[in-house]
């Protein structure tokens, strides 16, 4: 009897010891699995992201509580849509700017339809559109203020010499908010569009608001529509932050409507916003050609993310064509382009100089649309005579991860040249449905670069494609063939 339970104690005492060591192999194993994982996941995130570490996204400010606020029929303001309110809004704006030492002041819109002549900001300011109130822009262009070409531009974009100002101005700023409960500032646009397509216009159109050379900027929960040309134009400026707004405009015969510009900006975030125009929704600039080049300020750490974009004209998000001060760190990430011409574009051509760098979209869906990437480098529209042909951009470090899309025709259009070839392009986690099946549906020329794991449709083979670990697959013959359909 002794001996049974004796060895009954060593059989219990095996299992114990076998199940101790089957539970501890379970856990070993699931280590192993949580630390390949990971390694894999650091591994892509690293090469996803890396080229975007040193990025400064700008945090949003809280709101700023002004001491002081008045309304804008405290200064004789009427909003039957009929009286010429410029005077109103220029009293208003002198009182703030008195007010600068103690923390500025608010200026509320109220509801109303409110006609005027375009106008200053000053500093340490919001300016408030409560709900239903409208600012309107005068549409004759005799009461808007003629204004020298941007430096970097050294011409006014559609006729030498002067430009019009915008409808909402504002230089060397700081401390400004334009904001409300969705309100909306209206251009007037269709005169305009007019004028510019019968060429009655002397001078090149103005934006719908232009903050040059200003800080700490937030424009957020208001409408911008019918803009006579650009929607919103910052021009080297710091720390800008536009969040929760709608732009609109027609998206055909709307000229030149683009939705946002950054020129030659440093740290912007461009958030939670929908954007529907006749050009393209977003559009990074930093100058033309050699006037650009001799400006030499780039557009730098800039954030546009979780937005809604439509241009049946152009597309949802550009880089350039005037990007000759540089563009770099700019990540587009969580974006929808949808019932568009294009998605996202690179444009750029000889004579421009500069680069194009560190940029990175990731988590974008497309959505009927004609072409989803695009990058093009004779984009030959310039200035005057006298740039420099041998002013080449540089164009590298561009990564796509996590597109995804359908009804798309042409999902990728990589139109590098001997002159301007696209360096170290990486493709990862790309399925676009198709709506044309046309032989040439990846398109690519003078590009290099890689993908990584599966992408859909089929690469050029200008690329090296490498499996989901890194792992080399298949090595390019050559980054110069060519297999644009020039046709399309």
Same mark, same amino acid.
């Given at each position: 009897?002794?001996?049974?339970?004796?060895?009954?104690?060593?059989?219990?005492?095996?299992?114990?010891?076998?199940?101790?060591?089957?539970?501890?192999?379970?856990?070993?194993?699931?280590?192993?699995?949580?630390?390949?994982?990971?390694?894999?996941?650091?591994?892509?995130?690293?090469?996803?992201?890396?080229?975007?570490?040193?990025?400064?996204?700008?945090?949003?400010?809280?709101?700023?509580?002004?001491?002081?606020?008045?309304?804008?029929?405290?200064?004789?303001?009427?909003?039957?849509?009929?009286?010429?309110?410029?005077?109103?809004?220029?009293?208003?704006?002198?009182?703030?700017?008195?007010?600068?030492?103690?923390?500025?002041?608010?200026?509320?819109?109220?509801?109303?339809?409110?006609?005027?002549?375009?106008?200053?900001?000053?500093?340490?300011?919001?300016?408030?559109?409560?709900?239903?109130?409208?600012?309107?822009?005068?549409?004759?262009?005799?009461?808007?203020?003629?204004?020298?070409?941007?430096?970097?531009?050294?011409?006014?974009?559609?006729?030498?010499?002067?430009?019009?100002?915008?409808?909402?101005?504002?230089?060397?700023?700081?401390?400004?908010?334009?904001?409300?409960?969705?309100?909306?500032?209206?251009?007037?646009?269709?005169?305009?569009?007019?004028?510019?397509?019968?060429?009655?216009?002397?001078?090149?159109?103005?934006?719908?608001?232009?903050?040059?050379?200003?800080?700490?900027?937030?424009?957020?929960?208001?409408?911008?529509?019918?803009?006579?040309?650009?929607?919103?134009?910052?021009?080297?400026?710091?720390?800008?932050?536009?969040?929760?707004?709608?732009?609109?405009?027609?998206?055909?015969?709307?000229?030149?409507?683009?939705?946002?510009?950054?020129?030659?900006?440093?740290?912007?975030?461009?958030?939670?916003?929908?954007?529907?125009?006749?050009?393209?929704?977003?559009?990074?600039?930093?100058?033309?050609?050699?006037?650009?080049?001799?400006?030499?300020?780039?557009?730098?750490?800039?954030?546009?993310?979780?937005?809604?974009?439509?241009?049946?004209?152009?597309?949802?998000?550009?880089?350039?064509?005037?990007?000759?001060?540089?563009?770099?760190?700019?990540? !587009?990430?969580?974006?929808?382009?949808?019932?568009?011409?294009?998605?996202?574009?690179?444009?750029?051509?000889?004579?421009?100089?500069?680069?194009?760098?560190?940029?990175?979209?990731?988590?974008?869906?497309?959505?009927?649309?004609?072409?989803?990437?695009?990058?093009?480098?004779?984009?030959?529209?310039?200035?005057?005579?006298?740039?420099?042909?041998?002013?080449?951009?540089?164009?590298?470090?561009?990564?796509?991860?996590?597109?995804?899309?359908?009804?798309?025709?042409?999902?990728?259009?990589?139109?590098?040249?001997?002159?301007?070839?696209?360096?170290?392009?990486?493709?990862?986690?790309?399925?676009?449905?198709?709506?044309?099946?046309?032989?040439?549906?990846?398109?690519?020329?003078?590009?290099?670069?890689?993908?990584?794991?599966?992408?859909?449709?089929?690469?050029?083979?200008?690329?090296?494609?490498?499996?989901?670990?890194?792992?080399? !697959?298949?090595?390019?013959?050559?980054?110069?063939?060519?297999?644009?359909?020039?046709?399309?």
């Amino acid at each position: 009897m002794a001996d049974f339970l004796g060895s009954n104690v060593r059989v219990s005492d095996i299992r114990k010891w076998i199940s101790t060591q089957f539970s501890s192999y379970k856990a070993w194993f699931a280590a192993l699995w949580f630390l390949v994982f990971l390694s894999l996941f650091i591994w892509q995130k690293s090469s996803v992201e890396g080229i975007l570490a040193s990025r400064r996204v700008p945090s949003r400010p809280l709101p700023k509580l002004r001491p002081v606020a008045y309304n804008l029929s405290d200064f004789g303001g009427v909003g039957d849509g009929v009286t010429v309110n410029t005077k109103a809004f220029e009293k208003a704006i002198e009182a703030i700017s008195k007010l600068r030492s103690s923390g500025g002041g608010q200026l509320n819109v109220e509801s109303g339809r409110w006609l005027t002549a375009p106008f200053n900001l000053t500093s340490h300011m919001t300016l408030f559109l409560a709900e239903d109130a409208v600012i309107l822009g005068i549409e004759d262009e005799r009461y808007w203020p003629l204004m020298p070409p941007l430096p970097s531009y050294g011409y006014g974009r559609e006729h030498p010499g002067p430009r019009y100002g915008s409808l909402i101005h504002g230089q060397n700023l700081k401390d400004v908010v334009i904001t409300g409960h969705n309100g909306t500032i209206d251009g007037q646009g269709p005169a305009w569009w007019r004028k510019y397509r019968k060429k009655l216009l002397n001078h090149t159109r103005g934006p719908l608001i232009q903050l040059m050379w200003s800080s700490d900027v937030k424009i957020s929960n208001v409408t911008l529509q019918n803009s006579p040309f650009w929607t919103f134009h910052p021009y080297d400026c710091k720390n800008v932050v536009v969040s929760g707004i709608t732009i609109l405009a027609p998206l055909f015969e709307a000229p030149n409507t683009d939705g946002i510009d950054p020129d030659s900006c440093e740290n912007m975030l461009i958030e939670n916003s929908y954007i529907s125009v006749g050009d393209d929704g977003i559009a990074i600039k930093s100058g033309w050609d050699q006037y650009g080049i001799a400006y030499g300020r780039p557009s730098v750490n800039i954030t546009i993310r979780n937005v809604v974009l439509r241009s049946m004209v152009s597309a949802g998000v550009s880089i350039g064509s005037e990007m000759s001060g540089g563009v770099s760190d700019v990540l !587009v990430e969580n974006a929808l382009i949808w019932n568009s011409r294009r998605a996202v574009r690179i444009k750029t051509a000889p004579g421009r100089g500069g680069y194009v760098r560190n940029i990175l979209y990731h988590n974008l869906t497309f959505d009927n649309l004609r072409v989803g990437i695009v990058i093009k480098t004779d984009y030959n529209e310039h200035p005057d005579s006298g740039y420099d042909p041998m002013a080449r951009p540089a164009l590298e470090n561009i990564t796509f991860a996590g597109i995804h899309g359908q009804l798309v025709r042409v999902p990728v259009r990589i139109e590098g040249s001997d002159e301007i070839p696209v360096k170290n392009v990486e493709f990862r986690d790309l399925s676009v449905g198709l709506s044309y099946k046309k032989k040439h549906v990846f398109q690519c020329s003078h590009v290099s670069g890689r993908v990584i794991g599966s992408v859909f449709p089929a690469p050029c083979m200008n690329l090296d494609l490498y499996d989901e670990a890194g792992r080399l !697959v298949r090595q390019s013959v050559s980054s110069n063939a060519s297999d644009i359909d020039y046709d399309f």
